[in-house]
């Protein structure tokens, strides 16, 4: 069956997340590279998948998977997640889940969509991101999109028995703006 493009780019498009695609985001969320960049911690069945889906669609939320355009096959998942509406932000995140599409593009393609999504549609004023301190290719491409850095939770991450800094970094709309006439 067809799916849904929801917002179309050059190599990938976005569409939600199904109930069907449970067993390919179990797979990437036990996987150990990925638990170890992510929030992700305890091993979870294709059940708990299930229900956080749902919770990652709820209400204003916004869950999309990552499709490769050349053959529809589902290869990440974007997010945007704690919408506050009162005060116009809400965080996102990115994940590539199959390892042969990261380091080519794909990131920095799905960036560029999220955030004319959140500014243009959304009504958003504020988008942040957090990144573990280690996460040098999540950090190098918040870099290419100008991402204010705003500061550090020291020790708020503990990964194999050593703690690390989560970095909290944002874009606001019109920074935004003027960064996409700059790519
Ligand atoms: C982090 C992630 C979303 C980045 O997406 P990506 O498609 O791999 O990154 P891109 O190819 O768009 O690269 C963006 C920038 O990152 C840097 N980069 C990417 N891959 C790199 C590599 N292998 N070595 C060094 N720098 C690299 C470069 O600066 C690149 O910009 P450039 O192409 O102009 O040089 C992706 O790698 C991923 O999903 N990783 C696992 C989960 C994760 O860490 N998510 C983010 C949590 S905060």
């Not at 919408?83 to 199959?98: F, T």
């Amino acid at each position: 069956m067809a799916k849904t493009k929801y917002i179309e780019c050059e190599h990938i498009y976005l569409r939600p997340v199904e109930k069907e695609d449970a067993a390919i985001l179990q797979k990437w969320r036990n996987d150990p590279h990925m638990r170890g960049l992510l929030a992700y911690r305890p091993p979870c069945t294709e059940e708990d998948v299930v229900k956080w889906i749902e919770r990652m669609s709820a209400g204003d939320n916004v869950f999309l998977g990552i499709v490769n355009k050349e053959d529809d096959k589902l290869i990440g998942i974007v997010n945007v997640g704690s919408v506050d509406r009162l005060n116009r932000s809400a965080e996102g995140g990115i994940a590539i889940g199959e390892p042969e599409f990261r380091s080519a593009g794909i990131g920095f393609e799905v960036s560029v969509a999220m955030l004319d999504f959140v500014f243009d549609y959304m009504n958003l004023h504020r988008l942040y991101v957090t990144a573990h301190g280690y996460n040098e290719i999540s950090l190098l491409l918040t870099k290419k999109l100008k991402f204010v850095e705003e500061g550090k939770q020291r020790d708020a991450i503990l990964r194999r028995g050593k703690y690390h800094d989560l970095i909290v970094l944002s874009l606001l709309e019109d920074e935004w703006r003027e960064v996409k006439k700059t790519l």
